[in-house]
């Protein structure tokens, strides 16, 4: 009882966190030893600026120093940790197994963050999904040790397959069009994902990014009035992101 109320309390701390962590590896800045600050300003926010959704709510969203507009993907971001560590509790059957998908779901969470703002996926960022999601896989359901091998290879597997589904897109869309249709980093993001699911839920995830991809960017269309092929750039990360998140916590 004891972990799965420290999970719920760190989820809104979490989601502030993931989307502090894909801001800085944006820019190369220091992630841990660099006490939070007005992006405006310079000024450093006191543990009062800090209490997740509170603060953002009481300050009206703004910075208590210069009054410049706190961005809202910060509440955003600590709502959503909240619902993953909500999420995570509910969808997994011991304490233990929550807290570990839990931390992988807020790296997805960091990724997308990173790719809806940014339309880049930091390499640091895929590292900690893929470590996150190894060791969700290699935890199973914590009651059978003895399968330990077959869950290496499963997630062993997982990784090839996504990577080399989403590696063989990439290059046969530039020899077709003759130009990138594709980052390595969702190349790499869709292995790690495969690390933690496993192949076979892969194709759960790459038909609920295609389809949110796709129905966001038609209403996108019509709100601009422009055909889908006028849209520019579509941060696919962060759909692949958001769809793992969606494909692990759903049990498909």
């Known amino acids: 009882m004891v972990l799965t109320i420290l999970i719920v309390l760190l989820g809104p701390a979490a989601g502030s966190f993931a989307a502090l962590v894909a801001e800085r ?29 509170v603060s953002y709510l009481l300050k009206n969203a703004r910075c208590s120093t210069c009054g410049t507009p706190i961005p ?3 509440i955003q971001s600590e709502i959503v940790g909240l619902i993953m560590a909500i999420a995570a509790i509910a969808s997994q059957p011991d304490p233990l197994r929550a807290g570990v998908m839990a931390i992988w779901l807020w790296s997805l969470l960091a990724l997308a963050v990173a790719d809806l703002r940014f339309f880049r996926l930091p390499d640091s960022l895929v590292l900690a999904c893929a470590v996150a999601g190894m060791a969700l896989a290699l935890l199973g359901d914590t009651n ?6 077959a869950r290496f290879y499963r997630l062993t597997a997982g990784a090839v397959v996504g990577g080399g589904a989403f590696m063989t897109l990439r290059v046969g869309y ?4 003759g130009r990138e249709g594709m980052g390595l980093g969702d190349v790499k993001l869709m292995a790690a994902i495969g690390l933690a699911l496993g192949a076979p839920a892969l194709a759960w995830v790459g038909l609920l990014a ?5 129905i966001l960017s038609g209403l996108r269309a019509v709100r601009k009035g422009r055909p889908l092929r006028r849209l520019g750039r579509v941060p696919f990360g962060a759909a692949l992101a958001l769809a793992a998140a969606a494909t692990a916590v759903a049990g498909l």
Do not use: M
């Open 25 to 53: 590896s944006i820019r190369g800045e220091a992630i841990f030893f660099d006490r939070s600050r007005c992006v405006d300003c310079g000024v450093k926010l006191r543990a009062g600026d800090l209490v997740p959704i």
């Open 72 to 74: 809202p993907v910060l």
């Open 144 to 149: 059978d040790w003895a399968q330990l091998g």
């Open 174 to 177: 530039r020899l077709l069009r």
């Open 210 to 214: 295609a389809l949110s991809t796709f």
